[in-house]
C-alpha cells in the first residue's frame, strides 16, 4: 500500500512539474491576480491529487485540473469582493497619439478583467488555450451555442468599451456580424 | 479571424510571458489533500457513530415501549457534573449507559460565545456567516482581535476582517502561531527555499509590522508563542527562539513530549515522568517550563494521574490557568494554580463522546459532543448551548486570542 502511495505520489508530483506553470498562466488569466491565480493552482491541485486514482489515465488528469480550475474560478468570483485591488504598477496613462500598441494590450487587459467571469473563461479557453468551441464547451459543461453566444457578447462588450476609452484598434473592425449571430445562443448559468 | 481576436492573442500571451515561481506545489497539495481526506473520515466518523446511537436509542425505544406497554420519556441530553472538590482527580472514565429517562436535563444555557467554521465559511457568534473563498482545506482558523487568521491555498497566512473582506497581512507562510493576546504571530517562511526561516511579527491591524526572522534547522516547526518568545519543535525536540538573540542557537530538550501555550512567563508542557519516580506514569507529568538562556527548564512538575493523552488536542484557557483534557465522554479541567501543589481540579460528563472543545473565557469551556453543544464551567456545572440552527456537526469551534 505504501508503495502505491508513493508511486501515485510521484506520478503527481511529475505532473505538476511538468505543468503547474501553464495552469498557473490560466489561472492568471481567469483570476487577474497572481496571488488569487496561486491559490486557484493550489485548489486546483489539491482536487486533482484527489481524484488521481480515480481519473486512472495521465491524458485524463490535465483537462480534469483544467476543468477545476475554471469551474472554481467562475464560482469563485462571484462570491468575492470585488472592491480597490491593490497594484504595484499604476496603469498607464495614455499618450496623445493613443495607437500604440503597448497601451492598446494594457487597456484590452483591464477591461478584459471587467467581463463577467464566464465570459473571460471562455475568452482565455478560446484565444490562450486555443480549444475549439466543442472542447470549450465541454470543459465548462454547457453547449456549443452558449460558448458562441458568451465569445460574442465578450468582443462585442470589449469593442465597445475599447471605443469609451478613445482607442480605436484595428478591433473594432471586428465582425459585428458574429456577435449578432452569437447572440441568439443559450444563456450560461 | 477579427483583428480584436489577434489583440486578445497578443494581450494573454503578453500578460504571462513572465510567471513567478511557486513554492513546492505539488507538496502543498498533497498535505492540504491529506488533511481534508483526514476531515471527511472524521466526518464520516462522526455520521456513523451518530447513526449507531440513533439505532441503538431506536431499539431501547422499542424495548421500553414493549415491556411497559406506555411511551417511554423522551430521551435528556446531558449528565451532571461532577463534584469540585472531587478527590483524586483520575482519569474520567466512561460512564455505563443509563435509561436516557433517569438522566436529567441540562439546564439551559445561554448563547454560544465562540465563532464556528466548516471549511468554508466562519459563523461569527452574532449570526453572521463569512465565506472564505481561497481557503486550504484542512487548515485552522485563529480569531484574533481584528478578524481571523487562516491558511490560504496558496501557503500564505491571511486574515479574513470582520467586514468579510480577506487581506494579504504579509505572513509568507502557512504554519502559524498566534499570541494568547492575539498581538504577534509567529510563522515559517516559505522563501527563501532550502533555508527554513522562522519569522515574528506584530500584528496591528490588518498588517504585520516589526518582522524579525532567523534560520532554523529543517523540521522545526512553531508551536506556541510563550512571553514574547517562540516555542518550537522538531524531532529532536522542544527549544524556544528568543528573538532579542537574533540567531537561534537549538538546544534541543527531547524530555518534552508536547508544548500547549502559555501560563504567566513559564510554558504548560508534558514531560517525560522521571525513570525513578515511584509516582510516574506512562502519560508523562505535567509541568511548568521556564526559558532560560541555555534551554527549558522544567520549574514545577507533578506526575499525579492525570490522563494527558486525551483523544483531541488539550487546551488552555485564555488566561492559561486551566488545562482542558478530553476523555471519552468526560474532560478534566487542570487547575495549574494548584495542581502542583495538591491534587486539584474538576471534570464534567457529558452524554456522549466529545468531539471538540475551546474556552469562551477563563470559567467556561464549550464542547462539541456527537448528540451537542455543552458548556462546562470550572466548578463543574454543565449547560446546554444556544447555538443557531445553521450550527450543524460539521461546525468546529474557532479558538480565540485576544
Known sequence: VAQTGNKLEDEFRDFVAARSTALLRTAYLLSG????????LQIALTKTYLAWRRLGRIEAVEPYARRVLVNVATSWWRRRWHGERPTAVLPEQAVADGLDARLERDALWRRVKELPARQRAVLVLRFFEDLSEVDTAALLGVSVGTVKSQCARALATLRGRLGEDG????ARRGDIAAAVRGGRGTEMQ | MTMLEDALRETFAGQVAHVPAVLDPAGTAIRQARALRRRQQAVAGTALALAVTLVVSGAWWARSAAGTGRSPEPMAGAAAGLPADQPGMGPVEAAPA????SAP????GSALKLDLFNGSTILTADGRGLPIADVAAGTSVDRVPDGWLYTSASARTRLLRADGRSVDVGIDGEQFVVSADGTRVAW???RPAGQPTLKLAELTGDVVRDVVSTPVPAGTSPVALVDGRVMVASKQGYDYWDPSQLIFKPTWNSTVREVFGQYGDLAVATVDAVPSGSDSKPGG????????????HDTRQTCQPIALSGQLPNVLSPTGRWLAIANGRGAQLVDLSTVFDRTSGTSCVFPSNVEGMAWEDDGHLVVRTSSGWRRCTTDAVVTSVDTTARAADSWTLVSRSG
Open chain 1, 33 to 40: 491576480d497572481w496571488g488569487a491565480a496561486e491559490d486557484l
Open chain 1, 167 to 170: 482607442i480605436e484598434p484595428a
Open chain 2, 98 to 101: 443509563e435509561p436516557p429517562s
Open chain 2, 105 to 108: 436535563s441540562p439546564p439551559s
Open chain 2, 188 to 190: 515559517m517562511a516559505a
Open chain 2, 285 to 296: 507529568c505535567l509541568a511548568l517550563l521556564s526559558l532560560a538562556g541555555d534551554g527549558l
